[in-house]
């Protein structure tokens, strides 16, 4: 039985009311970036988290912030398109592993060195938040560049610091390979590479654990 007109408008008014607040609850760009930032220098900074178990944290928290599908398809651009998704499932896969065993030891070199965040603009569902870290004298630039993913959170598909793109750097390397050795020839590379990286203990630790507050 339709509901009276009355209770229908209320009713739709009560699903928008719910829908604005889930929206509110979602951070936005600079928030997410913030949010992930200090949950890990969370770990990093806990007595109680030893040394050799804090990638077991810091691992999760990178691959919920990060839209590694995304970044694997600006690093093969147009080679991309070309793989099958076989491919494109294997590429995601390693490519997602070395970006976290390369920059495993630079994430766990941190000794408190302050983050400022200076700028977020945002056009559409894409965005961009730029940040300073203070090290000493030192100010390195750092931005991020973030996509709205399907339920409404933010990812970051891109870094750059110093004004040096990840993503472009990645695209230059292999693009390189793919016209010596095609896609194949990427493919090894980056298995290759992963291969190094968990023989020499840079990998991280499969899954996540909950860390005692």
């Known amino acids: 039985m339709p ?3 009355s209770r229908a ?3 739709a008014l009560a699903c928008a009311l719910l829908a604005s607040i889930a929206a509110a609850a979602t951070p936005g760009p600079l928030d997410t970036v913030k949010q992930a930032s200090d949950s890990i220098i969370a770990v990093l900074s806990d007595p109680k988290v030893p040394r050799n178990e804090r990638w077991t944290y810091i691992a999760p928290i990178i691959r919920e912030n990060f839209d590694f599908l995304s970044m694997s398809q600006s690093v093969l651009s147009q080679d991309w398109k070309r793989a099958t998704p076989q491919e494109q499932s294997r590429f995601v896969d390693y490519f997602s592993q070395y970006i976290e065993g390369t920059y ?3 994430i766990e ?5 302050r983050i400022e ?3 977020e603009k945002v056009r559409g569902e894409r965005a961009a938040v ?3 870290i203070h090290a000493g004298n030192t100010q390195i630039p750092v931005g991020y560049y973030l996509r709205r993913v399907s339920d409404g959170s933010w990812r970051a598909y891109d870094v750059t610091v110093e004004g040096v793109s990840l993503v472009n750097s990645y695209r230059e390397t292999y693009a390189a390979i793919a016209r010596s050795s095609g896609l194949d020839g990427v493919l090894s590379h980056v298995e290759r590479r992963v291969r190094e990286l968990r023989a020499s203990g840079e990998m991280a630790t499969p899954g996540g654990a909950t860390r005692t507050q």
């Open 3 to 5: 509901l009276p007109r």
């Open 9 to 11: 408008l209320a009713a």
């Open 104 to 106: 495993r030891s630079k």
């Open 109 to 113: 070199a941190y000794s408190g060195q």
């Open 117 to 119: 965040y200076t700028d």
């Open 130 to 132: 730029q940040s300073i």
